[in-house]
């Protein structure tokens, strides 16, 4: 047991820094103190339920994986939907902290607002499962219809959006960077 536990922090510490979360965000969304959370990281406060469920929680982890408990040989990912600060429904379809990871993203036709192509580190794949995918990359105005698929390097500037009326489904395969920056969920409104 006191081996499972002093795993608990290098896991929680790898969380935060992979989704580029700050003691003080992290604070904020879970209610635990700054102090709390950097002496549960350290080793120096020992994980208990009531800390490591909202913990669980925040980083969309289950609370297995937090504590390192043995694999139960189910192979089923059950995703719970993000909504980012993007307007879109962020489907997670794997569980790779650290490397590429897979997602399914519905995107309403409306309140897509007028393209601002941004730029990032990283490398993303895309596959329209429904509807069309307008992905304007660099001087490129594409527009993907069901069935089509894109890689891109994310230093090009990039946006994407629905083509028509219909809402627009694909999956997309991000590498760490690229799962950063599109799948953060919008800040809890006060």
Known sequence: MEDVLREVGPRLRALRRQSGTTLAALAEITGISVSTLSRLESGQRKATLELLLPLARAHRVPLDELVGAPQTGDPRVHPRPI?????????????????????KIIMEAANQGDPEPKTHEGYEWLYVLTGKLRLILGEHDLV?????????????PHWFGSAGADPVEFLIIFDRQGARIHTRARPKAR
């Open 83 to 103: 909504n980012n600060r993007y307007g879109q429904i962020v489907l997670p379809l794997s569980r790779n902290p650290g490397g590429p990871q897979a997602f």
């Open 144 to 156: 993907l219809p069901a069935g089509e698929a894109a890689e891109f390097d994310t230093r090009t």
